[in-house]
Antibody, heavy 125, light 108 residues
Framework: QVQLVQSGAEVKKPGASVKVSCKAS????????IHWVRQAPGQGLEWMGW????????NYAQKFQGRVAMTRDPSINTAFLELSGLRSDDTAVYYC??????????????????WGQGTLVTVSS | DIQMTQSPSTLSASVGDRVTITCRAS??????LAWYQQKPGKAPKLLIY???SLESGVPSRFSGSGSGTEFTLTISSLQPDDFATYYC??????????FGQGTRLETK
């Protein structure tokens, strides 16, 4: 079955960086965009950006520009999210999600299915 | 950025009720809208895409409608498993992807 499995929880100090992995299985990894979404404790969902696994092209939300990097390694069907300059308000569960539709229109990206199980990143001194 | 506003923020209902959640976009998004269900401690689950297309495996009591700026998610007869938080998401390329703030569906 189609599945995304993320790396485990992390505890980081303010100013540090964190790198979260997302391993895909059950489908052709290079055919589908991967998106990253985070959720602070008790809060809603916040989109961070996407990576196109076949080319490595990325698009980041403006809020994270300059301190986020999304990469991938097609040889191991894995996408990565790295966030630097961590602050306490970066404490959140970070999810990867596969964009289910392969075809991207000029007017629309797509919907997400499935999602990874989430990775809790705690930023605390 | 396109803002997505859901109402209500919390909805109290009983098993068997028909419930409707509304999502309004600050600008037209055509039909580029999805709905997700999230339970505590779990990842979101896709229910509806392209405003009204039911995801495979999702019970038919869930339905979506709307276009432009106003959308609804309806559960025709609420089941115990449906108590959760629901999010809408717009995915046009004219804006970063954005989500509504969520609607918590709780037992009355």
């Amino acid at each position: 079955q189609v599945q995304l499995v993320q790396s485990g929880a992390e505890v980081k100090k303010p100013g540090a960086s964190v790198k979260v992995s997302c391993k895909a299985s059950g489908y052709t990894f290079t055919n589908h965009y991967i998106h990253w979404v985070r959720q602070a404790p008790g809060q809603g969902l916040e989109w961070m950006g996407w990576i196109k696994p076949n080319s490595g092209d990325t698009n980041y939300a403006q809020k994270f520009q300059g301190r986020v990097a999304m990469t991938r390694d097609p040889s191991i069907n894995t996408a990565f999210l790295e966030l630097s300059g961590l602050r306490s308000d970066d404490t959140a569960v970070y999810y990867c999600a596969r964009q289910k539709n392969i075809v991207v229109l000029p007017t629309a990206m797509g919907w997400f299915d499935p999602w990874g199980q989430g990775t809790l990143v705690t930023v605390s001194s | 950025d396109i803002q997505m506003t859901q109402s209500p923020s919390t909805l109290s209902a009983s098993v068997g009720d028909r419930v409707t959640i509304t999502c309004r976009a600050s600008h037209s998004i055509s039909s580029w809208l999805a709905w997700y269900q999230q339970k505590p401690g779990k990842a979101p689950k896709l229910l509806i895409y392209k405003a009204s297309s039911l995801e495979s495996g999702v019970p038919s009591r869930f339905s979506g409608s709307g276009s432009g700026t106003e959308f609804t998610l309806t559960i025709s007869s609420l089941q115990p498993d449906d108590f959760a938080t629901y999010y809408c998401q717009q995915y046009t390329t004219y804006s970063p992807i954005t989500f509504g703030q969520g609607t918590r569906l709780e037992t009355k």
